[in-house]
């Protein structure tokens, strides 16, 4: 039995340090947060309703599908304000599989996001209503 | 005088062939623990890789091949928190390589597990009792596929069986603790699997606890339940340990908070999937062999089941194993366990009662060498032969399936054989009577699985040697991937379909948007891409796909639906996996989204 102990602690030390191999990735979250809250900011800005309806979450489309009468797109072209100039992005908070992008112009707006599957894509901002 | 104590000492002393023989008798066992897995693999006509079919199997796979990858893009799942399967795939496929690593994988779990049951049969059996015993695990269809694939299977049956065995094995005054604790650790490794796994703990603890109670030694067996939980915490700080060491640090919630939430939702996912009871008993033949074997175990055993030895205690385990699946069947909402791959732990059961079958019978005054081996051969001979019938087998198996008298017939008889094989007097007639028992069990745990089966005797795959190609393929493919997607620039797989030679895509997790093609859709060429493709395509994240198909012409037909969508293709590498069968093609997807 003590052998199998030995045996044991040799193999955890063995997968140690085999999987000390896979170190050294710097995650790449908080870079795709920025990218998706960008393009949803920079396509409200640009009336590009289409890009709002693509990375929006699959629920918040579904709901705004039905609101705009069976399109997604017609619905949130309907709260489309007059053009403004985007929104800067701030710092990036991530909790799991939540993530908030503040807007340092404005401390009471900020863009939230969802981790779906394996992508990001949004679900709070000021401007979905 | 002096010349008469000499041939008296020389006597005595043994002969070279004396010497000989006694090495070979104690050594011939071991060798048929070591060549166990290998005559199951032959005899059951086995593929050594059982994955194109299936879909779960892949995540595993991919998990154990690209764990930091994988957990970075995709975050934690439950089954990201199975660090006993990913682990060994991961350490054993960077040590030998994919294929070559599996296979070692296989062989040394099996092998582990049968050296263990052997020494735990030999408490209370001769050697070649206990050999056969370990020969006919092997033959076992339920337990040669679940380990012959990376489905938690594969962890969660051979540390069931071995985790009962060292617990038996240590019940010694000098290692009662030990052993708990290794029985502790093992049978934890199949928790941390698959939770389901922990129906062996009241299995096992059940009539552990009866035994204990009668022979008033209660506390030594809470102290030995102490020992096999602090086995149990040591198996999960070195899981966290290994995690830590691919990924860096970490809360140590991840490694649990999915699988919580997961048992939390079980209920609900498994509604879907419920079938009725009726429905599950008169569609699935392959359920029976279990239930069959306890029936043996208690009619030949009699009122030797009841008592507080080793053999008797091993048996009460293995009928309670398959008492205890039929009861959460019947109890609880789920799905899980009408499953084939799930109900497949019941090969525990036979794993432990067939030694104590054996046993008895020697007991019962029939010759044991004739007994083993003439269980080894019908079940050898049975397992070939249906395994070489193709259609013919299947057919066969319809007809017992659809109609329910014969079934009911080939049950009854099978209950009486295995009373013959306990209650008849003449030993021939307990021999055949064992025989025709052990036929007939083996002959319905190979009955393809009518649930989410694939229409195969013993669910082994259809596609023989091309598995090993495309696992090979697989893997080459994860690395491909884990090399260059990261959440801010995807590397998405886009295939034609997530079926034959293209299933491999699931080590990507397409269920959660690893690939353009929704396994919840029907499937699209690349030419004709769907709505929520073409989202995926545009995804202001997406930066590169790897088209992926068995016909040539997809590839080529993906590069005009990215030009037509708006951006820029640029293939940055094409090839061919699965000896030429699987074109690929990476392409990087340029212009403004």
């Not at chain 1, 340092?104 to 992508?119: E, K, N, Q, Y």
């Not at chain 2, 005797?457 to 259809?462: H, I, M, V």
Request: with cysteine; glycine share 8%; proline share 6%.
């Amino acid at each position: 039995m003590k052998r199998c102990c030995k045996i044991g602690a040799a193999a955890a030390i063995a997968g140690l340090a085999i999987g000390a191999s896979g170190c050294g990735r710097t995650d790449g979250n908080r870079a795709a947060v920025l990218i998706v809250a960008r393009a949803f900011l920079d396509a409200y800005a640009s009336h590009d309703a289409a890009t709002v309806c693509r990375v929006i979450t699959p629920p918040l489309a579904t709901s705004f599908a039905y609101a705009g009468g069976g399109s997604c797109e017609r619905h949130v072209a309907s709260t489309f304000a007059a053009r403004e100039a985007p929104a800067a992005l701030g710092p990036v908070t991530i909790d799991g599989g939540k993530a908030r992008v503040a807007v340092p112009a404005s401390p009471t707006r900020f863009v939230g996001l969802l981790h779906f599957g394996s992508i990001w894509r949004v679900t709070e901002s000021w401007q979905l209503r | 005088m002096l010349l008469s104590r000499t041939t008296t000492r020389q006597s005595l002393l043994p002969t070279e062939g004396t010497v000989l023989r006694s090495a070979i008798e104690r050594m011939a066992p071991w060798i048929v623990v070591l060549l166990a897995p290998l005559a199951g693999v032959v005899l059951l006509r086995a593929p050594l890789i059982n994955a194109l079919p299936n879909n779960d199997t892949w995540f595993y796979s991919g998990y154990g091949w690209a764990l930091a990858h994988h957990v970075e893009v995709f975050g934690w799942f439950y089954y990201t928190d199975r660090f006993t399967v990913i682990l060994p795939i991961s350490v054993a496929a960077k040590l030998f390589g994919p294929v070559a690593g599996y296979l070692i994988l296989r062989y040394a779990l099996m092998t582990a597990t049968g050296a263990l049951l052997y020494r735990c049969v030999r408490r209370f059996a001769v050697p070649w009792i206990a050999a056969a015993s370990v020969l006919l695990l092997a033959l076992d269809p339920y337990y040669l596929r679940l380990m012959l694939w990376d489905y938690t299977t594969f962890i969660t049956l051979p540390c069931t069986i071995a985790g009962a065995a060292v617990w038996y094995l240590g019940d010694t005054p000098r290692q009662r603790l030990a052993g708990a604790i290794a029985a502790g650790a093992l049978i934890a490794a199949a928790v941390y699997a698959n939770p389901l796994s922990a129906l062996v703990i009241p299995a096992l603890g059940a009539p552990e606890l009866v035994a204990a109670a009668r022979s008033r030694e209660l506390p030594l067996f809470v102290a030995r339940l102490a020992a096999a939980a602090t086995g149990a915490v040591i198996v999960f700080v070195a899981g966290y340990l290994a995690y830590m060491a691919y990924l860096g640090s970490f809360p140590v919630e991840d490694m649990y908070r999915a699988t919580l939430d997961f048992l939390k939702s079980g209920n609900q996912l498994a509604a879907p999937f419920q079938r009725p009871v009726s429905l599950w008993l008169k569609t699935e033949p392959r359920i029976y062999g279990p239930p069959l074997v306890c029936f043996a175990t208690v009619v030949i055993l009699g009122r030797r089941l009841l008592q507080n030895t080793i053999k008797a205690r091993v048996a009460q385990f293995a009928v309670a194993y398959t008492a205890v699946v039929w009861l959460y069947r019947f109890a609880f909402t789920s799905s899980i366990v009408e499953t084939w791959w799930a109900y497949g732990m019941t090969a525990s059961t036979a794993a432990f009662a067939m030694p104590a079958i054996l046993d008895e019978l020697a007991i019962k005054r029939v010759r044991w060498t004739v007994a083993v081996g003439i269980a080894v051969l019908a079940t050898a001979v049975v397992d070939l032969v249906v395994r070489s019938g193709g259609g013919a087998a299947t057919s066969v198996y319809d007809y017992v399936r659809f109609h329910p008298f014969v079934l009911l017939a080939i049950l009854t008889s099978c209950c009486a054989l295995a009373a013959g094989a306990a209650f008849a007097r003449a030993p021939r007639l307990r021999l055949a009577a064992l025989a025709a028992f052990c036929a007939i069990v083996a002959g319905i745990t190979l009955t393809p699985a009518r649930y989410i089966g694939t229409n195969q005797t013993g669910e082994f795959s259809p596609y023989g040697k091309t598995e090993i190609e495309a696992y090979d393929a697989a893997y080459d493919m994860t690395r491909l991937i884990a090399a260059d997607d990261r959440p801010q620039s995807r590397l998405l797989i886009w295939s034609d379909g997530l079926y034959g030679l293209t299933a491999i895509s699931w080590v990507n997790l397409p269920h959660q948007e690893g690939a353009i093609e929704s396994p919840e859709q029907p499937p699209t060429p690349t030419s004709q891409p769907s709505p929520s493709n073409i989202e995926l395509l545009l995804y202001p994240t997406t930066r590169r796909v790897l088209v992926l198909s068995q016909d040539a012409a997809e590839l080529a037909g993906a590069l005009p639906t990215v030009r037509r969508l708006g951006l820029q293709p640029h293939v940055e590498r094409v090839g061919t996996w699965v000896g030429g069968a699987l074109h690929y093609s990476l392409v990087g997807l340029h212009g403004t989204r």
